[in-house]
T-cell receptor, first 112, second 112 residues
Framework: KAGVTQTPRYLIKTRGQQVTLSCSPI?????VSWYQQTPGQGLQFLFE???????NKGNFPGRFSGRQFSNSRSEMNVSTLELGDSALYLC???????????FGEGSRLTVL | GENVEQHPSTLSVQEGDSAVIKCTYS??????FPWYKQELGKGPQLIID?????GEKKDQRIAVTLNKTAKHFSLHITETQPEDSAVYFC???????????FGGGTRLMVKP
């Protein structure tokens, strides 16, 4: 079956712009989590959605937001982009509320 | 919140040797400890996991051990092969919100 799909795979933005990233989880998975990966900070948890409700939130500023739709697809948005937001943004899904996360290949954001 | 420390950050071994990666966690109520492997240009993929009611688990050349008293767990890879070269992440899941917190990662290089 199809894995976790993230779009776009690569994008370049300039400071002050906003960006929206999309994630389609594995069919039947109701939980979607987002992580930011940078060389210096590793995998940092952004937020998790389960059945359209935000269940957990990491320590990121309010510029980072997300949502989940009724078909479990999720989007995350970053407003007023800063240079430090350049990173690989990974989406992961799982069937229920715990256990194995299945990751997508990520969306690589470069902020100039 | 949960804090996961992972060591070493880089590890170089000869093909056929063993590799050991260690992690410590802070929340004694954490109940699930997965290990992920991330190859270049891909998202992390689960390779083995262990729950808090088990002390050791093996899967062919890979094993994980858990010491709940000391709050640390380790990944053991025997008879390493060049295709084992990747970045490995440990993680800990808290008992409340089932949020996964990742360690900083270990870059494993297996020299032929």
């Amino acid at each position: 079956k199809a894995g976790v799909t993230q779009t776009p795979r690569y994008l370049i933005k300039t400071r002050g712009q906003q960006v929206t990233l999309s994630c389609s989880p594995i069919s039947g998975h109701r939980s979607v989590s987002w992580y930011q990966q940078t060389p210096g900070q590793g995998l940092q948890f952004l937020f998790e959605y389960f059945s359209e409700t935000q269940r957990n939130k990491g320590n990121f500023p309010g510029r980072f937001s997300g949502r989940q739709f009724s078909n479990s697809r999720s989007e995350m948005n970053v407003s007023t982009l800063e240079l430090g937001d350049s990173a690989l943004y990974l989406c992961a899904s799982r069937r229920g509320g715990d256990g194995e996360l299945f990751f997508g290949e990520g969306s690589r954001l470069t902020v100039l | 919140g949960e804090n996961v420390e992972q060591h070493p950050s880089t590890l170089s071994v000869q093909e056929g040797d063993s590799a050991v990666i260690k992690c410590t966690y802070s929340d004694s109520a954490s109940n699930y400890f997965p290990w992920y492997k991330q190859e270049l240009g891909k998202g992390p993929q689960l390779i083995i996991d262990i729950r808090s009611n088990v002390g050791e688990k093996k899967d062919q050349r890979i094993a994980v051990t858990l010491n709940k008293t000391a709050k640390h767990f380790s990944l053991h890879i025997t008879e390493t092969q060049p295709e084992d070269s990747a970045v490995y992440f440990c993680a800990s899941q808290d008992n409340a919100g089932n949020m996964l917190t990742f360690g900083g990662g270990t870059r494993l290089m297996v020299k032929p």
